[in-house]
């Protein structure tokens, strides 16, 4: 993975797909799993009212997570 796409903010300015993106109800809960697990957790930050996660898988490739509860609403 060439260095410029390691990053996620330099990689969302780069032409093609970027990543893949996961709606959790909790994401510093599963950045906190996943990091025990081993993950590479490259950073987690509020954007406003959302809070966001990327990862890398062992490609190198970023995975984001962002915390989207409503649709975990119970009926």
Same mark, same amino acid.
């Given at each position: 993975?060439?260095e410029?796409?390691?990053?996620p903010d330099k990689d *969302?300015?780069t032409?093609?797909?970027?990543?893949?993106?996961f709606?959790?109800?909790?994401?510093?809960?599963?950045?906190?799993?996943?990091? *025990?697990?081993?993950?590479?957790i490259?950073?987690?930050?509020?954007?406003?009212?959302v809070t966001v996660a990327?990862?890398?898988?062992?490609a190198?490739n *970023?995975?984001?997570?962002?915390q989207q509860?409503d *649709?975990?609403a119970?009926a």
């Amino acid at each position: 993975m060439p260095e410029d796409r390691r990053d996620p903010d330099k990689d *969302l300015r780069t032409h093609g797909n970027k990543h893949v993106s996961f709606a959790v109800k909790d994401v510093r809960a599963v950045a906190g799993e996943l990091k *025990l697990r081993g993950a590479d957790i490259v950073f987690v930050v509020d954007v406003g009212p959302v809070t966001v996660a990327f990862i890398r898988d062992i490609a190198g490739n *970023l995975i984001e997570l962002f915390q989207q509860p409503d *649709l975990w609403a119970e009926a």
